[in-house]
């Protein structure tokens, strides 16, 4: 009941193209999701988060949409870039343990000119 | 702002020594939480503190243990070093909800 699952595991997109990666967890009690990018020899780094009270979240190129009722929630990365590669961790915590970050396995994204 | 610092960057020690890992928050940050990353197992919580106690543990063996000292700063420690220890150990600092990364110590154990 604590897993995230995520997919796809890999992921290849041409420049300038939608990237989008799913999430689904099970736990009701979860009520904060964030997504992270991580690069190679670097630290997740924080892109975007949303709780479960809004539908849809957009920050420039990225926006969560989270299905409350589906239990699940997706990024989606607009005009996709080479820059983006990278693997993305989406996450999940709860009311009463926001620091206890649940993750997803990963998706390693390739985005190619 | 100086993001979350974590020292050493690499580190390989040998089957059954012990270890310490150390981390520095974002300043005004209280809670530092400390994470495995392993190609098989992923991202794992290991435990977190905030004001010197530890609130939450995830499912590790004591010989992982921290601590947090007065000014946030905090310490990690894996005793008695098995084979699947070797990781990329994170640490990360939140105010509120967001965690923050470091870029974390890799550990070789050999």
């Known amino acids: 009941q604590q897993q995230v699952k995520q997919s796809p595991q890999s992921l290849i997109v041409q420049k300038g193209g939608i990237s989008i990666i799913n999430c689904a967890y099970e736990n009701t009690a979860f009520d904060y999701f964030p997504w992270y990018q991580q690069f190679p020899g670097k630290g997740p780094a924080l892109l975007i988060a949303i709780r479960p009270d809004v539908s849809e979240k957009k920050e420039g190129r990225f926006t969560i949409s989270f299905n409350k009722s589906a239990k699940q929630f997706s990024l989606h990365i607009m005009d996709s870039q080479p820059g983006d590669s990278a693997t993305y961790f989406c996450?999940?915590?709860?009311?009463?343990?926001?620091?206890?970050?649940?993750f997803g396995t990963g998706t390693r994204l390739q985005v190619f000119p | 702002k100086a993001g979350v610092t974590q020292t050493p960057r690499y580190l390989i020690k040998t089957r059954g020594q012990q270890v310490t890992l150390s981390c520095s928050p974002i300043?005004?940050?209280?809670?530092v939480s400390w994470y495995q990353q392993t190609p098989g197992q992923g991202l794992q919580f290991l435990f977190e503190?905030?004001?010197?106690?530890?609130?939450n543990k995830g499912n590790f063996p004591g010989r992982f243990s921290g601590r947090q000292f007065s000014n946030s700063r905090s310490e990690m420690n894996v005793s008695t070093l098995e084979l699947g220890d070797s990781a990329l150990y994170l640490c990360?600092?939140?105010?509120?909800?967001?965690?923050?990364f470091g870029p974390g110590t890799r550990l070789l154990v050999l």
């Open positions: 990360a600092s939140s105010l509120s909800s967001a965690q923050y």
């Open positions: 503190y905030f004001s010197e106690t530890q609130r």
């Open positions: 996450a999940a915590s709860g009311t009463y343990n926001t620091d206890k970050l649940i």
């Open positions: 300043s005004g940050h209280r809670s």
